[in-house]
């Protein structure tokens, strides 16, 4: 079957400018969590959508927000983007909490 | 609050030579744990879990992990390393207390280099 799917792979994108990020889950999940991994932060939980709902938040600023579709399809939104939010966004779709299937995630960067 | 310790940044170890990566770890109830490798610039790869059952289990490409719940470790061993195994692993474990059950708390992370 299909894994997770993340698009696109590579983004640049200039400071102040917005981006949204899209990932499509494993047919069948229903839950899709977003992780930002830096180097100086490592892996840091963004949210998690389930059925449509945003389940859980982690601490980041109200410029990262997310909504997930009918079809469990997610997007992540970062609005006015600063040269911190360089990152590698990885999201993960589960079936039921006990295993996390990750995409390949996308490689942000802000000039 | 959950956390996850992976105590060495690196590991270095010859080819063919027994590996462990290590991991402890800090929750409360039953832990759900979890290994992952991550290659450059690639998303994160899925090696094993431990949810209940056996202390030992058994993951892809040959990689085992040990629970022992009296340590709260649980490391990720191989019997022979290969070059290609060379990779950055993550531990993780899935977070109850924040009431969302499907978020994982990760280790900072260890790097594998194996030589030749």
């Known amino acids: 079957k299909a894994g997770v799917t993340q698009t696109p792979r590579y983004l640049i994108k200039t400071r102040g400018q917005q981006v949204t990020l899209s990932c499509s889950p494993i047919?069948?999940?229903?839950?899709v969590s977003w992780y930002q991994q830096t180097p100086g932060q490592g892996l840091q939980f963004l949210f998690e959508y389930f059925s449509e709902t945003q389940r859980n938040k982690g601490n980041f600023p109200g410029r990262f927000s997310g909504r997930q579709f009918s079809n469990s399809r997610s997007e992540m939104n970062v609005s006015t983007l600063e040269l911190g939010d360089s990152a590698l966004y990885l999201c993960?779709?589960?079936?039921?909490?006990?295993?996390?299937?990750f995409g390949s995630g996308t490689r942000l960067t802000v000039v | 609050a959950q956390s996850v310790a992976q105590p060495e940044d690196q590991v270095n170890v010859a080819e063919g030579n027994p590996l462990t990566v290590k991991c402890t770890y800090s929750?409360?109830?039953?832990?759900?744990l979890f290994w992952y490798v991550q290659y450059p610039n690639r998303g994160l790869q899925f090696l094993l879990k431990?949810?209940?059952?056996?202390?030992l289990v058994k993951g892809s490409y040959g990689f085992e992990a040990e629970f022992n719940k009296s340590q709260t470790s649980f490391h990720l061993k191989k019997p022979s390393a290969l070059v290609s195994d060379s990779a950055l692993y993550f531990c993780a474990v899935r977070d109850l207390i924040s009431g969302g059950y499907n978020k994982l708390i990760f280790g900072a992370g260890t790097r594998l280099a194996v030589h030749p």
């Open positions: 993960a779709s589960s079936l039921a909490g006990e295993g996390y299937t």
């Open positions: 047919s069948g999940h229903r839950s």
């Open positions: 431990y949810i209940t059952g056996d202390n």
């Open positions: 929750v409360s109830g039953n832990p759900y």
